[in-house]
């Protein structure tokens, strides 16, 4: 089969992670499109929109010399970025909820800029817009994803993967995220990942490391699932099994028009948010 990466089925941690909490919600998010536009849709939500402002503060240091990293400090480029996400473009219901997130995500900059760790050291960047390379030719399926951040660890000529977590919970030790980075970081750089680490930078002030994962197991356990996504694809079978669950019912909501769309995002899909009522977050919020 001659490789045509426009007719592959490209997967990722978090499309293969809609596949296995629901594959209703896989299809609502990865598949589906908006058939006035021919645009892919998707849900903001205020947890969706601090992690990604604190993830582009936090990302935008790898690219700048080691000695000038922290000269700007990093509430003011919070700022900036914020911009992008403040009231409804973030979800909020309103600016005191908004107030609040903003707040947690000054304090985990606060934390990194006290504790820089490994953000002192060189990191590695992957030459590619959208790392990725071929799971399998034979199937036409590519795996794909961008890595927060890639340490460079000089004394090994090696690289140490970290996942920098916003949220309060820990990453399932069945999770897929590190060994998937890990395959992608081994087939499209040189050097061999020899540390991985999620960073919960909501509450730690270092990474934490985690066991390096087989990479022949990691990988074909990836693929099974992957062609269980490309089957469905083909047979349009997208069932969930519950018939409605937590991941897949607010994503019916943007296709039956109760989502209010705010805009296009960088990856050309559309955002849209969903009415809430304030009393009904304050859980989350705290």
């Known amino acids: 089969m001659v490789k045509d990466k426009f007719s592959a089925v490209w997967v990722s941690h978090s499309s293969i992670g809609d596949w296995r909490q629901c594959p209703r919600a896989y299809w609502l998010k990865n598949v589906y499109k908006n058939p006035k536009t021919g645009r892919k849709m998707t849900l903001m939500s205020p947890p969706l929109a601090l992690g990604q402002a604190v993830h582009e503060v936090i990302e935008s240091l790898s690219v700048i010399a080691t000695d000038k990293r922290f000269s700007e400090p990093l509430l003011n480029r919070l700022e900036t970025v914020w ?11 309103d600016k005191d909820e908004e107030f609040k997130y903003k707040e947690r995500g000054k304090e985990m ?17 992957i030459q590619m817009e959208l790392p990725y390379y071929w799971l399998s030719e034979k199937d036409n399926i590519i795996l794909c994803g961008k890595i927060d951040w890639m340490e460079y660890l ?3 000529e090696a690289v140490h993967i970290i996942d920098f977590k916003t949220g309060k919970q820990d ?10 980075y ?17 960073w919960y930078i909501d509450r730690c002030s270092e990474p934490a490391e985690q066991k390096l994962t087989n990479l022949k197991t990691s990988e074909e356990n990836i693929l099974k699932l992957a062609k269980e996504m490309k089957l469905a694809r083909q047979l349009g079978r997208f069932k969930c099994p519950n018939n409605g669950c937590r991941a897949c019912k607010p994503l019916e909501k943007l296709i039956t028009g109760q989502a209010e ?3 296009v995002d960088e990856m050309n899909r559309e955002v849209y948010i969903l009415p809430v009522k304030i009393e009904d977050r304050r859980s989350e919020i705290l």
């Open 171 to 180: 990453e399932n030790e069945n999770s897929l995220q590190l060994p998937i």
């Open 154 to 156: 000089a004394n090994e």
């Open 109 to 125: 900059l606060r934390r990194v800029e006290q504790n820089p760790g490994p953000l002192k050291n060189l990191a590695v960047k």
């Open 83 to 93: 911009q992008k996400i403040s009231g409804k473009k973030g979800g909020f219901a």
């Open 261 to 263: 769309m705010i805009g």
């Open 182 to 198: 890990y395959l992608l970081a081994s087939n499209t750089q040189a050097r061999q990942v020899k540390k991985l680490s999620y």
